[in-house]
C-alpha cells in the first residue's frame, strides 16, 4: 500500500491506521460499556459524547500553534501516548470495578486531546515527508487508513464488548495506540529552520488572516463549513426519520449507517483514477457534487420510503467527502507555507468542528417545529449551497496543482 513513499511516510501511514482504528474502537465501545455495565441513558451518552468532542474545540487553535513551533512527530508521539494512558486507566479501572461514568467522561476528554494532537500535526508533516508531486497520492493513502477504521473499528469494538467484555475492546485498544506510539519514534522527521518566537495572537492571526484572504483557501473552507452544517442537520432528524417513516428496526439503521463506510472506501479507492482523469479544480468540485447528488437521494425517499434509497444515500454521502478530502487537503497543503501548516490545519479543524453543533441544534429545532422531512428538504438545500460555494470561486479555473508556497 505505501512501498512507492519514503519510509519516513511509511511508518506515518501504519501509525495513522493504528491511531485511527484504536480512536474508532473506543468511541463505539464508550458508550456501550456505559449503557451495559453503568446503566447511562440518553443524557449521560450526551455527555460522554460532549466530553469527547470538546477538546477539537478548545484546543485545535493552541495545539496548532504549538504544532508550528515544536517538532510534529515529537507531538504526534506525546498525542498519542496521552491516548494510551486514558486507555490503561480505562482498562485499570474496569479491572478494579472503579469505573464511573464520571471517570469515563475524563477519560474521554483526555483521549479526545490526543485525538486532536495528532490531527493538527498529520497534514502538517506530510509535505516534509514526500515529494511535491506525490502529495496528493499520500493524503489518498492516509485517508484510506481513515476510512478502513471508520468501517471496520465500530464493527469490531461492538462485536468484541459483546463476545469478551469490555476490557478487550479498550486492551486491544491500547495495543493500536501503542503500536502508533512505536512507529512515530522510528520516523526520521526533517529539520525545519528555526523561527523567531512571537506572541501566539500575532502567530494565530498569521493562519487565520492567511485562510480568509486567500482566494482558494476561503471557499474551501466556507465549502466546508456549509458541508458540515448540512450534514448534521439531516444527522438530527435520520434515525427517528428511518424507524417512523423508512420503518427501519435498529439493525436496518445500522445497515444504513454502514453504508457510509463502505463508500469512504471505495471513494478512497477510486480518488487516484478521478484526480488523473479531470483538472485539478474539477476534481476537487466532484466531492461536492456528489454530496448533492447523496442528499438528493435521501430525499428521494420522501417518495420511495425504502431502505435501499437510504443506503445508496449514506454510500454516496462517503464516497464524495474523501475525494473532496484527499483534494482539498492536498490543495492546502501547497499553497500554504510549511511553517504555519499547523495552525492552519487548526484553523479548519476548529472551525469544522464548530459548525456541527450548529446543525445538529438547526436540525433539532426544524425536526421538532416542521418534522423530520423538513430537515431532509433543508439539508439538501444545504448541500446545494455548499456546491455552489466551490464552483463559483477561482477553485474551478485551476488546471493543476498551484505552485508550492515554499
Not at 170 to 192: D, H, N, Q, Y
Request: one cysteine or more.
Amino acid at each position: 500500500m505505501t512501498s512507492s513513499f519514503p519510509l519516513s511516510f511509511v511508518r506515518l501511514a501504519w501509525s495513522n491506521l493504528a491511531a485511527q482504528s484504536a480512536e474508532q474502537l473506543s468511541l463505539a465501545a464508550v458508550p456501550i460499556v456505559a449503557v451495559l455495565a453503568l446503566g447511562a441513558g440518553p443524557g449521560e451518552i450526551g455527555l460522554l459524547a460532549t466530553a469527547q468532542t470538546l477538546p477539537f474545540l478548545l484546543l485545535s487553535i493552541p495545539l496548532g500553534l504549538l504544532a508550528d513551533r515544536t517538532s510534529r512527530r515529537q507531538l504526534m508521539a506525546w498525542a498519542e501516548g496521552l491516548r494510551l494512558l486514558a486507555f490503561l486507566t480505562l482498562i485499570a479501572s474496569l479491572v478494579m470495578q472503579r469505573l464511573s461514568l464520571e471517570l469515563l467522561a475524563v477519560l474521554g476528554f483526555v483521549g479526545a486531546i490526543g485525538t486532536v494532537g495528532y490531527s493538527v500535526a498529520a497534514p502538517a508533516l506530510v509535505p516534509a515527508l514526500v515529494p511535491r508531486d506525490r502529495i496528493m497520492a499520500a493524503n489518498g493513502r492516509l485517508e484510506l487508513a481513515r476510512s478502513i477504521a471508520f468501517t471496520a473499528g465500530p464493527a469490531l469494538g461492538g462485536a468484541l464488548v459483546s463476545w469478551a467484555g469490555a476490557c478487550a475492546a479498550f486492551v486491544l485498544a491500547a495495543v493500536l495506540s501503542g503500536c502508533a506510539v512505536v512507529l512515530l519514534l522510528g520516523l526520521a522527521e526533517p529539520k525545519r529552520p528555526e523561527q523567531t518566537a512571537r506572541h501566539p495572537l500575532l502567530e494565530l492571526q498569521d493562519g487565520a488572516r492567511l485562510v480568509w484572504r486567500h482566494a482558494l483557501l476561503r471557499p474551501i473552507l466556507l465549502t466546508a463549513v456549509a458541508w458540515n452544517i448540512s450534514w448534521f442537520v439531516l444527522q438530527a432528524a435520520y434515525v427517528p426519520y428511518a424507524v417512523r417513516v423508512l420503518g427501519l428496526s435498529a439493525g436496518g439503521v445500522g445497515l444504513t449507517l454502514a453504508s457510509y463506510g463502505a463508500g469512504m472506501i471505495v471513494g478512497s479507492l477510486f480518488a487516484p483514477r478521478v484526480m488523473a482523469a479531470l483538472p485539478f479544480g474539477r476534481a476537487i468540485q466532484v466531492g461536492p457534487s456528489i454530496s448533492v447528488l447523496a442528499a438528493a437521494t435521501m430525499a428521494a425517499t420522501l417518495l420511495l420510503p425504502t431502505a435501499a434509497v437510504a443506503v445508496l444515500s449514506f454510500f454516496l454521502f462517503g464516497v464524495g467527502p474523501i475525494i473532496w478530502t484527499i483534494t482539498s487537503t492536498t490543495l492546502r497543503q501547497t499553497v500554504t507555507p510549511n511553517a504555519i501548516l499547523g495552525r492552519v490545519s487548526a484553523v479548519f479543524l476548529t472551525v469544522n468542528m464548530g459548525a456541527r453543533p450548529v446543525g445538529a441544534a438547526l436540525g433539532g429545532f426544524i425536526g421538532a417545529s416542521w418534522g423530520e422531512a423538513a430537515c431532509l428538504l433543508l439539508a439538501l438545500a444545504g448541500f446545494v449551497v455548499q456546491a455552489w460555494l466551490i464552483f463559483a470561486s477561482r477553485v474551478s479555473q485551476l488546471r493543476q496543482l498551484p505552485a508550492s508556497a515554499d
